[in-house]
C-alpha cells in the first residue's frame, strides 16, 4: 500500500476508513527515514464520552503509527494543510465530517470561526490543489440512508454530500470503505 499524491477515504461509521488512513501513513512512513507523518484531528470533546472516545484513539494510533504527530484542528485546515504539507510528509485529514459539523452546527461555547463557511472551504480546497506533500482525507459517507427530517440536517446532509464531491473532484485518488475492504472509485486521475 502506498500513498497517492491525495486520496479521500469515505465510508460509513466503523468501516475501515481511519485504520486505512493510519495504514498508508505507517507504510509512507517506512518507505524512507526522511518521511514523516501528521494527524490533523477536526474533532472536539465536548462530552466525557467523546473525550474518552479521543483518548482511546490517541492511544490506539500511537501504537498503530508511532512517529506520527498530531494536531488539531477543529476550524481551520486550510492554514493547518499549508503550514505541515512539506514534500516528505504525508497529512491524513480526519475527518472532513465532523470539520464540518464544527463550522454548520457549532456547540455554544465554541468559538465563533474568523470566517465563514464557503470561504473556509474554497480555502481549503486551494490549500489542497497546491499542497506540496501527499495527503489522505477521511470523511463519512451519510448520503446512503433515509432522507432525515428537520431542514438543519437536510442542510448538514446536502452541504457533506457537495463537500465530498468537490474534495474527491479535487483528490488523484477516492477510496469507498465498506466492512473494512477498500472500494477504489478514483485511481490517478
Not at 504539507?85 to 459539523?101: H, R, Y
Not at 490549500?127 to 431542514?151: S, W
Not at 454530500?161 to 477516492?174: E, M, P, R, Y
Amino acid at each position: 500500500m502506498s500513498a497517492a499524491r491525495s486520496e479521500l477515504i469515505l465510508g460509513g461509521q466503523k468501516s475501515g476508513k481511519s485504520r486505512r488512513a493510519e495504514e498508508l501513513a505507517r507504510a509512507w512512513m517506512t518507505q524512507s527515514p526522511a518521511h514523516s507523518a501528521w494527524l490533523l484531528a477536526t474533532g472536539r470533546a465536548y462530552d466525557a464520552e467523546m473525550q474518552a472516545r479521543i483518548t482511546r484513539h490517541r492511544h490506539d494510533r500511537a501504537e498503530r503509527v508511532p512517529g506520527m504527530r498530531t494536531a488539531e484542528v477543529p476550524l481551520d485546515l486550510a492554514a493547518a494543510l499549508r503550514l505541515h504539507s512539506q514534500p516528505g510528509c504525508l497529512v491524513v485529514i480526519d475527518c472532513l465530517t465532523m470539520w464540518l459539523t464544527n463550522w454548520m452546527m457549532p456547540m455554544p461555547d465554541a468559538p465563533a470561526p474568523a470566517q465563514d463557511w464557503p470561504a473556509q472551504r474554497t480555502a481549503f480546497l486551494a490549500a489542497l490543489a497546491q499542497a506540496p506533500g501527499p495527503v489522505v482525507i477521511v470523511g463519512n459517507e451519510i448520503g446512503l440512508g433515509v432522507i432525515p427530517l428537520g431542514r438543519e440536517v437536510r442542510a448538514f446532509v446536502d452541504a457533506l454530500g457537495a463537500l465530498n464531491q468537490q474534495v474527491a473532484a479535487a483528490c488523484s485518488h477516492a477510496t469507498l470503505m465498506c466492512a473494512g475492504l477498500p472500494l477504489v472509485l478514483k485511481a490517478g486521475q
